[in-house]
């Protein structure tokens, strides 16, 4: 067979090479029949059992994960577990059996594909794609009614009983990727999936080469067949040339030692080579990758996305979680990181997304009711986050970091609450810090056009360069069709960082960049040569560029930084930029 090569998104770094492991889906193409009045109890209890069953499965996995693994896992099946049991799947299914005389399959997936097109408006990248988890509970729950049960099959004897295991997918949950941890399994490539998928998160916490978002990668690979992934390029080689094998293999061994120094840096301090110190945060998701945080040496949690609070709460309000289910969320992280700082991101959700599906989808929801200007617009439900945030900050330093803030009446607003929310806490008696810093997120081009506002306000600012990358370039960094504008070195963006930064260096207020770009160890320099001292990523990313930050020379970079930043042809900033790293 003639080799080829495929193109899918990156998620993972590192290169992985072995032989194909087909997975085949449940599929949600299922039999549809209808069934007679006398049978619906039956088909509901035939669901019910299968859901049932699901949840002794997810259980037990969460019971048998492996001590090492990272936090990520056991909290993704948490989430899965929170889906089966919501009404939208638990119950509204057995109503269709009830009503419409659906057997159980076709009752189950007609409920997931509403459910799935709800999702398919959502705007934000992160929340989009839980759509994915909704499908795999799905999955789960259709593979017990039609007794197909994923199965692994031996791999043969010889040179394929030595090859690493590559998995190839149209997608896979964290669950199912867990029964992979006790073989040789080494990558994985799916189908579906983007940067922000769970599978996409978890390849990266594991630390585990990945592509996703290969299109037709499942239909295209046969079962054992030799695959590479670059998972640097987000490339897939199947059954690669003798000579492209052993390069990829010289590749993989100098990468493997390159790992190993990396590991010796985890309680080096990050100073330049000049003597500047710098701040490595991580980015975070669920309280329990505070331990993955740690482990990687980050000085505190630069972002902690709040959103999964909110994950899943379709339906009428009362649904969404109260007080003290948030503040023992937001407390359980802050106790993890024992005493450095935790930055906790107010919900940055909206309108236009599946919190309550009886809601308007937004038109244009990018530029609609979503972040700041939905918790605005919900006084109630960002009063009980800012509650929740403020109790947390009696066990440890939290900081309040804001989003998609853009206007002074919106920062002013925001401030006024959160005096609001301490007032109410006093009368209460609770603890909390009376001085807790307030920093804005600054993604919208108005925002870092208009900084003296935020400066005279706030106590920090955090660049979430993914945002301010997507709205200044005006692209949807999700829409395959027009991706390739997704440009961090496009000279706007490189101004408008460069502003934000010395703008807050001025004032004397931390600035830190706590999107993809402070993970990408090609722009590391570049950042710093701009003034950077704090930069916030995921764990899996800090050792890099913490190695990145100990060989740096500011002094150096600084001129040729300030050279790129007069630069505007693509071609004379990127040649620029890659000649920082030999500096």
Request: with cysteine; charged share 20%; glycine share 6%.
């Amino acid at each position: 067979m003639a080799s080829f090569t495929l193109h899918g998104i990156s998620v993972s770094r590192g290169i992985a090479i072995g032989r194909a492991h087909l997975l085949a889906p449940a599929a949600l193409d299922v039999q549809h029949y209808l069934i007679a009045e006398e049978q619906v109890e039956a088909e509901v209890s035939r669901l019910q059992d299968a859901i049932a069953t699901v949840h002794k499965e997810l259980q037990t996995i969460w019971n048998d994960l492996p001590k090492d693994s990272p936090a990520e896992l056991g909290a993704f099946i948490d989430v899965h577990a929170l889906i089966l049991s919501d009404p939208m799947i638990s119950e509204v299914p057995l109503e269709i059996i009830r009503t419409r005389h659906y057997n159980a399959e076709w009752a189950l997936v007609t409920q997931i594909d509403e459910l799935s097109s709800q999702f398919d408006e959502v705007e934000d990248a992160y929340l989009r794609e839980r759509k994915a988890d909704i499908q795999q509970v799905g999955e789960r729950v259709l593979k017990v009614l039609t007794g197909s049960a994923t199965a692994l099959a031996n791999l043969g004897d010889g040179e394929e009983a030595g090859a690493q295991m590559i998995v190839v997918a149209h997608d896979i949950s964290p669950a199912d990727m867990l029964q992979f941890r006790d073989r040789s399994f080494s990558g994985f490539v799916t189908d579906l999936g983007g940067q922000n998928s769970h599978t996409a998160i978890v390849a990266r916490s594991l630390d585990i080469p990945a592509a996703v978002g290969m299109y037709n990668a499942s239909t295209l690979i046969e079962q054992d067949d030799w695959l590479i992934i670059d998972g640097d390029a987000g490339v897939v080689i199947v059954d690669p040339a003798p000579m492209v094998l052993t390069q990829y293999r010289e590749r993989q061994a100098a990468q493997a030692r390159e790992r190993k120094k990396l590991l010796k840096l985890k309680k080096t301090p990050a100073v330049t080579r000049d003597g500047v110190a710098i701040g490595m945060l991580a980015n975070i998701e669920f309280p329990e990758d505070c331990a993955a945080a740690l482990e990687a040496g980050a000085t505190g949690v630069g972002l902690f996305r709040s959103e999964f609070l909110f994950i899943g709460r379709t339906g009428h309000a009362g649904n969404l979680p109260a007080e003290d289910e948030q503040f023992e969320s937001y407390k359980k992280a802050v106790l993890a990181m024992k005493g450095r700082p935790v930055t906790i991101r107010t919900l940055d959700i909206g309108a236009d997304k599946p919190l309550d599906a009886a809601e308007q989808t937004a038109l244009n929801p990018a530029l609609g009711l979503r972040a700041i200007r939905y918790c605005l617009a919900e006084p109630q439900l960002f009063m009980t986050q800012l509650r929740a945030i403020l109790r947390a900050s009696a066990f440890g330093p939290v900081k309040l970091l804001i989003p998609m803030l853009a206007h002074a009446f919106e920062i002013d607003q925001t401030l006024s609450m959160i005096e609001q929310a301490k007032a109410q806490l006093r009368d209460a008696g609770h603890k909390f810090d009376p001085n807790i810093p307030v920093g804005a997120m600054i993604e919208i081009p108005a925002a870092a056009l208009t900084l003296p506002l935020f400066i005279k306000r706030l106590q920090f600012l955090s660049i979430g360069t993914n945002d301010l990358i997507q709205y200044t370039l005006a692209i949807d960094r999700v829409d395959h069709e027009v991706a390739h504008l997704y440009n961090p070195l496009h000279p706007a963006i490189l101004q408008l960082l460069a502003a934000t930064i010395a703008a807050g260096a001025k004032a004397g207020i931390p600035v830190s960049v706590c999107g993809e770009m402070a993970g990408d160890t090609k722009l590391t320099r570049l950042l710093l040569g701009m003034g950077l001292t704090e930069f916030s990523m995921h764990p899996a990313q800090l050792l890099a560029v913490k190695n990145e930050i100990l060989n740096s020379d500011l002094q150096k970079l600084k001129p040729k930084t300030a050279k790129i930043l007069r630069a505007f042809e693509p071609a004379a900033i990127v040649a620029e930029v890659e000649q920082l790293q030999q500096l």
